[in-house]
């Protein structure tokens, strides 16, 4: 059964496509990474998902609904969490503050699932009172993907999550996506680090202009010599 | 001495402090979540102390009107945002700044209709303030200026614990900070502005109502208004409530000083120019450190 269904979108910011009939599927419990060189449409591909870009045709449906041009705000209802690249966490409030404004859309006491997110990051558990713009690159994302997590979601979406951090954070990261992975909820990451993040994928795709390119299991596009010399520095 | 000094100077000072910070933590709220400075925020508070007399008019004290003021205003900017500002809600910030104008334009042409032009007071003669006899000398204090300091307290008290007890506070402080990362968290951002909206107003109002208890009321009191709050709010760090909170009161206390004969018998600058302290603080903030003292949002 798939989480993700990506059905051919075309889309942009208004002026040309930069989606030129992409498609791609996240099943139950997978890992799926995007790579792909720079300007292919990684980035905008995932913010289609989440209904930040306009999508002109195609379809996009979360489990059993068409979630297609869906308002960003109404996306938490229905079970899907998005970790931008950038200015991703609320840096005046503290890092419990925070988790506390990703479980906003649920019901309940957010007391269980915070406990969740510091077992999950026990880094963050330390600074639960510190204000989260004091933090470093490495725990600022942790504290993204914690605020996303709270929701419980039945997929997260991760825009380069181990950008500009240091070797030891992106390991802990990648790590740490594995872990959350592996309690159920599926994965769409794009990367940078391409080996790295295929190492955990079950499914990668590659794009490029807007298109898939090569659509194939992690594995494979790990060994396979095309996508080596482009992106893996081989 | 120090006894005119506090009785006469610092006690006004921290009064008309409090009516500042009432009014500028409103506007810098609104700035916050919405990046748009409310240039009616000054009329709402006209307003409020408009409602207010009409309070007393039904035989509510000044006081208790406060309430009926507040809820008044609140509904009324409601009313207002639904009309004016929401659809115009991804319009540039020029347009949105003209929007507000044209409010307050209406609301002041609004009171002038149903009040007239001449204004006046809730409550007729002159009351003795309180003196207390020290080995420092007599302190005289008007107990209008306990109830409006300690209303302006128990307002700011309360406002801090909504901001950082409540979900919905905590919302508003995130929308603040972020309002894409907000959105995308799935904060339901319209109901945030809808809050902010009715803090500012009953802020506002409170501030009109205050205003009036300590002078008089009349229907350019808030537009008179306007720049001192702006001045506090920028003074604070915009989009901060508690630096406005600050702004408001070293405006106000500052705004009282300068007039005060402290170097000699005389005054630093002739009371009659008090009110353009506000201005040059503006500007040289503007122009040396436009986030404020606490770095809020330029």
């Given amino acids: 059964m798939s989480v993700l269904e990506v059905t051919e979108i075309f889309g942009g910011y208004g002026g040309a496509d930069i989606l030129q009939g992409a498609s791609l599927r996240v099943a139950a419990g997978q890992v799926v990474v995007i790579i792909g060189p720079n300007g292919a449409g990684k980035s905008t591909l995932m913010k289609a998902v989440f209904g930040l870009v306009r999508v002109r045709q195609g379809a996009i449906r979360l489990g059993a609904t068409a979630i297609t041009n869906l308002a960003p705000d109404r996306m938490a209802q229905h079970g899907l969490a998005y970790v931008p690249q950038e200015r991703n966490v609320f840096v005046s409030l503290s890092v419990h503050e925070n988790l506390e404004m990703g479980f906003y859309s649920r019901r309940g006491s957010p007391r269980a699932a915070t406990e969740r997110i510091y077992s999950l990051f026990p880094d963050l558990a330390a600074k639960r009172k510190q204000p989260a713009g004091s933090l470093s690159g490495g725990q600022r994302q942790m504290v993204a993907m914690g605020r996303a997590l709270m929701l419980d979601p039945q997929l997260i979406l991760l825009d380069e999550p181990t950008a500009g951090l240091s070797p030891k954070y992106m390991d802990v990261i990648f790590e740490r996506v594995r872990a959350i992975n592996e309690s159920g909820t599926a994965v769409l990451m794009v990367e940078q680090n391409a080996r790295q993040a295929l190492k955990i994928a079950h499914h990668g795709y590659v794009l490029q202009t807007g298109r898939n390119r090569i659509d194939d299991t992690g594995a494979n596009l790990l060994a396979n010599p095309d996508v080596a010399q482009m992106f893996l520095g081989a | ?292 003292l606490f770095k809020g949002q330029s």
């Avoid at chain 2, 070293?250 to 506000?278: D, T």
């Fill in chain 2, 1 to 292: 001495m120090i006894a005119d000094f506090v009785s006469f100077y610092l006690m006004p000072g921290i009064v008309l402090g409090c009516i500042y910070a009432l009014g500028a933590v409103g506007l810098t709220m609104l700035f916050g979540i919405l990046r748009f400075a409310h240039f009616a925020h000054g009329d709402v508070m006209t307003v409020g102390a408009y409602v207010a007399f009409v309070g007393v008019g039904l035989g509510l004290s000044a006081y208790q009107s406060i309430p009926l003021a507040m809820l008044v205003c609140a509904v009324l900017v409601l009313a207002v945002d639904r009309a004016f500002y929401r659809p115009l809600r991804r319009a540039s910030p020029i347009v949105l700044l003209i929007s507000g104008f044209g409010v307050a334009l209406m609301l002041r042409a609004a009171i002038l209709f149903f009040f007239g032009p001449d204004g006046g007071v809730y409550e007729q003669g002159i009351r003795r303030p309180m003196v207390f006899p020290t080995e420092w000398g007599r302190f005289r204090i008007q107990e209008r200026h306990l109830w409006i300091i300690g209303g302006a307290v128990l307002i700011a008290l309360a406002l801090h614990l909504f901001l950082t007890r409540t979900r919905l506070g905590k919302a508003m402080r995130a929308m603040s900070d972020n309002p894409d990362l907000a959105r995308i968290t799935g904060i339901p951002t319209e109901r945030v502005i809808a809050i902010t909206w009715a803090i500012g107003a009953a802020t506002a109002a409170t501030a009109g109502v205050f205003l009036a208890i300590d002078t008089q009321f009349n229907p350019l009191m808030g537009m008179n208004m306007l720049l001192p709050i702006f001045a506090a709010m920028i003074l604070g760090g915009v989009g901060r409530p508690w630096g406005a909170v600050f702004g408001g009161v070293v405006l106000g206390i500052a705004e009282e000083l300068v007039a005060a004969p402290i170097w000699g018998g005389e005054p630093l600058i002739s009371p009659a120019y008090k009110v353009g302290l506000s201005f040059a603080v503006m500007v040289v903030l503007l122009i040396f450190r436009p986030t404020g």
